[in-house]
């Protein structure tokens, strides 16, 4: 199984960025697929999930409005839109898979992808 998170890069605040999250090697209509981030010392946090069965999304109250998740299954990829980017934004963005539901428990998701590198400058 892989996830492949691309897309990240230098941006300055008001820009937009969208992020893809590419899955091979698994049933991708079986999984929910959620985005992560982490900002240099501190906690990794879930920002956005899709669900497997009706398309459930959820998203962290500090990014409703800016963020937005959607799939495509035709591609097994995931994007994330990001409109418009704040320096509190910088982070490393990850994303990964659990079986069917979105959740708040990390431990569900169990395949992860590498990691892509969103830096906003003010």
């Known amino acids: 199984v892989q996830l492949q998170a691309s897309g990240g890069g230098l941006v300055q605040a008001g820009g937009s960025l969208r992020l893809s999250c590419a899955a091979s090697?698994?049933?991708?209509?079986?999984?929910?697929i959620g985005w992560f981030r982490q900002a240099p010392g501190k906690e990794r946090e879930e920002i956005a999930c899709i669900s497997k069965t009706d398309g459930t999304l959820y998203y962290l109250d500090s990014v409703k409005g800016r963020f937005t998740i959607t799939k495509d299954a035709a591609k097994s990829t995931v994007y994330l839109q990001i409109n418009p980017l704040a320096p509190e934004d910088t982070a490393l963005y990850y994303c990964a898979s659990a079986p069917f539901f979105c959740t708040a428990q990390l431990g569900a998701f169990r395949f992860w992808g590498q990691g892509t590198e969103v830096t906003v400058s003010s």
């Open positions: 090697g698994l049933t991708f209509e079986n999984y929910a």
